[in-house]
């Protein structure tokens, strides 16, 4: 029995991962390498290290997270070059048309505009560089007073929306648990019920109740014969 409980929760453990993995990840067409939608780019280093391992980035195809050409969603990925050098002045983004890094002029934006060179791999403390909506970086003027004239985006809808992702996720992992529970049950059960009536049945044989049998017949002769002397 417990080698059978040991097996559903083997399954169960493989399943659960893929499951996770295939919910979080999203991938894009279009692209020479793989590339991943996300809803938000890491914000410190260990966020980005998760990330990172997360699609399986390597020294040599360093981990990335830009706005796609349109600036209007982010993308993570992992790049031919294990990181990108980046002048002062200048954001990036990632070019569909030809998979590559290009850069993006920010010398307009409000704040945030990165003034002294730095590579890729922290790219977490150049924020601006990362923040979009409405298809502009939210540090620029325009993109501000575009975000003006249109339904300003609520960050505690957001994250409710966010949360109850999350939510569906939990739950459906545990109803899968508890479903794998009571299939993993019934098969001991079956087993258990099987195994017990075998026992019941090569204990209640023809030969046992050869003794019982015998008897009534014996007590059936005695009343036969008693009648015939009357």
Known sequence: ????????????????????????????????????????????????????????????????????????????????????????????????????????????????????????????????????????FLAEPSCQSLTSTVQPIDDTNHTELKNSKGGIVIGTTIVAFIITCIVCYLVIIHRKGNQTCKQHTDVETPEALEPFFSQNQHDVNELHEEGMRT
């Open 1 to 136: 029995m417990e080698g059978n409980i040991l097996c559903c929760l083997l399954f169960f453990g493989i399943l659960l991962p893929l499951f996770v993995l295939q919910y979080e990840l999203k991938k894009l067409d279009g692209y020479e390498f793989p590339v991943f939608l996300t809803k938000q780019c890491p914000r410190n280093q260990t966020e980005w290290n998760e990330r990172s391992s997360a699609i399986n980035c390597t020294e040599d195809n360093g981990y990335v997270c830009l706005p796609n050409e349109n600036i209007t969603e982010l993308l993570e990925f992992c790049y031919i070059y294990p990181f990108i050098l980046i002048q002062e002045n200048i954001c990036l983004y990632l070019s569909n048309q030809y998979s590559a890094v290009d850069s993006y002029s920010c010398t307009g934006f409000l704040s945030g505009c990165p003034n002294t060179s730095h590579v890729s791999n922290n790219l977490f403390e150049k924020p601006d560089c990362t923040s979009i909506g409405n298809g502009c």
